[in-house]
């Protein structure tokens, strides 16, 4: 049924992620911005489901592609964080050995590599955006990517995305989105990366 979407609960509490991610964004992101987009997609999905003819429908296509991309892009998002390792809170920032790490190696030569490609990768987003580790379905190998305004990741199956518009950082960070970018990784659920990684390659690099 069309406009039925609701926002997800975090699966963590909203100071979880401090000092990375401060609460105050945490519960602006989530209780407001991510319910805007919730509420503005059912509304476009029930006024798409009421249009009666192709100019009415093709006049909904930006709001179904903005706001279904923020509400997809966001629920992927809460999973992908975790609170942190190196502050006693949770396995966040961990990444151990197996599949996930031995494919990053591959693809990128170590871990700090990655990060730091992935970086200078998502700092040159103009305007808003998100970057994306993801695997590509025809070499199943990992790959950096990303996304403007609230475009969903296509082009490759997401493992890992940021949300690299300024409501996700700015009352923390300011203008400085490279401090944001290096503090995320502290958060990030590898736990959560592998399994999406695994689920992308299909078991074939077990
Ligand atoms: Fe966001």
């Avoid at 049924?1 to 401090?18: F, I, K, N, V």
């Avoid at 059912?42 to 249009?51: F, H, P, V």
């Avoid at 179904?64 to 809460?78: A, D, Q, R, V």
């Amino acid at each position: 049924m069309s406009g039925q979407h609701t926002l997800p609960d975090l699966p963590y509490a909203y100071d979880a992620l401090e000092p990375f991610i401060s609460r105050q964004i945490m519960e602006l992101h989530h209780k407001k911005h991510h319910q805007t987009y919730v509420n503005a997609l059912n509304a476009a999905e029930q006024a798409y489901a009421k249009a009666s003819t192709p100019k009415e429908r093709i006049a909904l296509q930006s709001a179904l592609k903005f706001n279904g991309g923020g509400h997809i892009n966001h629920s992927l998002f809460w999973k992908n964080l975790a609170p942190a390792k190196s502050e006693n809170k949770g396995n966040g920032g961990s990444l151990h050995e197996g599949p996930l790490k031995k494919a990053i190696v591959e693809a990128f030569g170590t871990f700090d590599n990655l990060k730091k490609e992935f970086n200078t990768t998502t700092a040159g987003i103009q305007g808003s955006g998100w970057g994306w580790l993801g695997v590509n379905p025809q070499s199943k190998r990992l790959e950096i990517a990303t996304t403007s305004n609230q475009d969903p990741l296509l082009t490759l199956t997401p493992v890992i995305g940021v949300d690299v518009w300024e409501h996700a950082f700015y009352l923390q960070y300011l203008n400085v989105k490279v401090d944001y970018l290096n503090a995320i990784w502290n958060v990030i659920n590898f736990e959560e990366a592998e399994k999406r990684y695994l689920d992308a390659v299909g078991g074939a690099k077990l």
